[in-house]
């Protein structure tokens, strides 16, 4: 039980942080050194992105879940009284399943994340009523999006060369 409660709050404390937490902490002057020291391992595990970090801790945590429930940590017994007898082999199985949901979800989360790079404004427009200049406007952020990306990977390129 302990473990769980642990798992719950580093869990709050990143969906905090993912949330709202980073967000507020870069408007503190305060926390500039916080951000030297964090960017880097930021950048290595999730790309400097909260909907990446959200992704992953999805994932971890469905593996932890896993791992308690087969070590036993998680029990059921106290719940069982009030499942009646015989739905109680669908109610263990679909909550051994939930650790496993729990990480493919976050591995949807992750790709959709990845694939899906438009602001919210471009993809919420039905694309029967976009007009001519913002069919226009979008192209234009596409290519200057493919453009900065292109120039982005190039100069992190040699950064990686100078710094070998």
Do not use: C
């Given at each position: ?125 039905p694309e029967n009523k976009i007009t001519h200049r913002a069919a ?8 200057t999006k493919a453009e900065a990306v292109e120039v982005v990977k ?11």
């Amino acid at each position: 039980m302990r473990s769980f409660i642990i798992l719950a709050i580093v869990t709050a404390l990143l969906l905090w942080y993912a949330v709202q937490g980073r967000e507020w902490l870069k408007s503190k002057s305060w926390a500039k050194g916080f951000f030297a020291w964090i960017e880097p391992i930021e950048i290595a595990l999730y790309k400097n992105s909260e909907t990446i970090l959200w992704a992953r801790l999805k994932i971890i945590v469905g593996v932890l879940l896993t791992v308690l429930t087969y070590l036993g940590t998680i029990d059921l017994t106290p719940l069982m009284p009030f499942v009646p007898d015989q739905y109680e082999t669908t109610v263990r199985a679909l909550f051994n399943l939930l650790p496993l949901t729990l990480s493919l979800l976050g591995m949807v989360d992750e790709r959709l994340r990845n694939k899906t790079t438009q602001p919210i404004e471009f993809t919420a427009v039905p694309e029967n009523k976009i007009t001519h200049r913002a069919a226009e406007a979008i192209a234009l952020a596409d290519s200057t999006k493919a453009e900065a990306v292109e120039v982005v990977k190039r100069e992190a390129g040699k950064l990686r060369e100078e710094q070998a």
